[in-house]
Structures are given as C-alpha cells and as structure tokens.
C-alpha cells in the first residue's frame, strides 16, 4: 500500500506519493487546502493534487497507482475543528483508509523527524507548536486563530496592515511615498473598489499582496516596522514557551523572511527544517498503521 501525505495551508497544497519505507516517488501542487475556510473546495484541491502524483508516478516511474491502492494522510489547516471533523468522517472517497490531523502537526512531525521541538509555522497563517513524542496527541499550539482573531507576522496580516494603511494614506498622504508608489500600482486608487475586493477577502486573498510588500522591505520604513512586529510577536511566544534546550523550527512560507529577525531578538539559533510537511504527513500516516496493525 502506498502513502499520499498532504500538507494543506490557506494558500496551497502539497501532496507526496510515499512507499511504505518513505521513498518519495513524486509531488504535486494544487490551490488552497484549508479546510474550514471551503472544506468541498480544498478537498477538490486535494484530490486533484492525488490525481497528479498519480500520474506522475506512471510517467516517471511506469507504476500503475489509484486511490484503492492509498491511505491518505492529510495535515490540513482547520483539522482540528469539530465541524471539519465531522464533514471528513463523511466524506466519501475510495482510498484504503484516510486520516486527517493539522498542518501544524504534520509540520512538527517533518521538522524533527518526529522528534521533539517547537516549530513556528509561518506562512498564510502563523502559529507555534511544542510538540513531544511522548504526548502527540496534547501538542501544545500557541496562535494560530485564524487571521481576523489573530495570526499577527502572517502573509494574511502582513496583506491587512497594507490595506489599512493604503486606504488611510490615500486620505492623508504618508511620508513613506515608496510604499505609497509601490502600493497604488498594484491596488490603485479607489477606495470603494479596494473595499469591495478586500472587504470578504479571504486569507489567502490578503496574503497574495505579500511580494508586492516585500519587494520594497528594505527601502521601506513601514514594512520594516510591521516584520519588526511579526518577529517581536513570534520571539515573544517562543521565549515564553520553549525549552531552551529544545530544537526550534520555522516553517512556512515567510520563514527565511522572519529568521533572522528571530534570531536577533531570542538570541538563539532557529532552523529551518530538512524535512517537510509531506513527510510529516506520512509519518503521522505509518504511525498510526502500525498501531492498526498491533
């Protein structure tokens, strides 16, 4: 039997084809898999995603796979709401067995190859979690709210802080006129429009206007000071809830971004991790197997 592991976030999904040792046979990369903002949507992208490892296995590897010949392993955002829980128990499909466990504990379990550590996952959304191996199921998780409540250093609230203050600056004009500049190319200028784009976006939505942020990250005080909040905001969770001795990670999209804001403030190295999410996916996935299997 094989293993497809999924990594899905508010933006994208990652998938993996795993044997049963962890041989990785291919990957694939569709839409936004989170399952509380569109569980039947996200699980199109899952699926689709399954269908494309598929048929990268028979093009690069000449093996014939299908669902009925799969356990499914998904680490998906909104995987440990109740509702979400419920629409996975009926989902209907036809692999071998499915599980379903958060991005953010397949993302511990990639990170240290399922050992203990804390891991800021830092991409559409951003949290913290400890995790150890001796207690899995009680990982502790720190943020993670969802980006109208909370996700403070995330591409959804980095998209947020720009919109706020592109609408106040076209009101009053700033003196940061780069972020202006760079701000009205990509959004223009009208109010009314920008509100009625913005005003139901999605977190994914906001989180799409972080490249344009970040092209001007050094030229622009007012990027600084908001990566200089998500990295005080992050440093902060991690110092009042990490062991110092434990291995720390960061993850995500915005990883390599905030690392050395990090490191700066806790004074302590961070890594980020050789193994992904995928894998984590599948180790959730071989572990549970087992313990099927006695």
Known sequence: MWIVGVDGGGTKCEAGLFTQSGDLLARART??????????GAM????????????KCQAQHNISV???????????????????????????????????????YVSCLG????KACAVFVIGTGSC???????????????????????????????????????????ETPPQDTLLLTTLKRELGSSTSLIIETFGQASAREFAELVPVILNVQDSSPTVANWL??????????????????????????????????????IATAVTIPNKSAIFGAYAAAKDYLNRQNG
């Open 31 to 40: 839409g936004p898999a989170n399952l509380f903002a569109n569980f039947t």
């Open 44 to 55: 199109a992208c899952i699926e689709q995603a399954s269908e494309q490892l598929f048929s």
């Open 66 to 104: 299908t669902q009925q010949d799969c356990f499914i392993s998904l680490g998906c955002a909104g995987g440990s709401i109740e509702s979400v829980k419920k629409n996975f128990r009926q989902w209907p499909h036809q692999y071998a067995g499915a599980l379903l466990n958060t991005d953010v």
């Open 111 to 114: 990170a240290n190859k399922t």
């Open 128 to 170: 913290l979690a400890v995790f150890t191996p001796e207690d899995p199921i009680n990982m502790q998780q720190f943020g993670g709210h969802g980006f109208i409540l909370g996700d403070v250093a995330s591409g959804a609230w980095l998209g947020k802080q720009a919109l706020i203050w592109y609408l106040q600056a076209l």
């Open 228 to 265: 200089a909040q998500g990295a005080s905001y992050a440093a902060n969770l991690i110092e009042r809830h990490t062991d110092k001795n434990q291995p720390i990670f960061l993850t995500g999209g915005l990883a390599t971004v905030y690392k050395p804001l990090i490191e700066k403030r």
